[in-house]
């Protein structure tokens, strides 16, 4: 089992940032592949980023990618989103999940793939 908790969200303007952090206790996270969705009002919730077991490989989704960071350590058993130029479109829900084992960067874009979610941040970006 994986229990996941996120924190780090709130109101920043456009042009900011924020770093999203998911603290994870069980003992298969050091296993597990950790990906960050989010949900904006009325919308599916979507592939944000995603980082495997190790650290070594991420993935990102093209609407955030140069802008977000996502990383991980293993000794405080936490995930992290930096996340910066913040778009007012940024505005969600955002939820860390995780999944054991090694998965292709495509099935880490599924959330479908993910055994594991926290219960979200709110992220709100004003223009």
């Known amino acids: 089992q994986v229990q996941l908790v996120e924190s780090g969200g709130g109101l920043v303007q456009a042009g900011g940032s924020l770093r999203l952090s998911c603290a994870a206790s069980?003992?298969?996270?050091?296993?597990?592949?950790i990906g960050w969705f989010r949900q904006a009002p009325g919308k599916e919730r979507e592939f944000v980023a995603a980082?495997?077991?190790?650290?070594?490989?991420?993935y990102y989704a093209d609407s955030i990618k140069g802008r977000f960071t996502i990383s991980r350590d293993h000794v405080k058993n936490t995930v992290y989103l930096q996340m910066n130029s913040l778009k007012p479109e940024d505005t969600a829900i955002y939820y860390c999940?995780?999944?054991?084992?090694?998965?292709?960067?495509?099935?880490?874009?599924?959330?479908?793939?993910?055994?594991?979610w926290g219960q979200g941040t709110q992220v709100t970006v004003s223009s």
């Open positions: 999940t995780a999944v054991p084992g090694i998965l292709s960067a495509y099935a880490l874009s599924r959330r479908s793939e993910y055994d594991y």
């Open positions: 069980g003992r298969l996270f050091s296993s597990c592949a």
């Open positions: 980082i495997n077991w190790s650290g070594a490989d991420t």
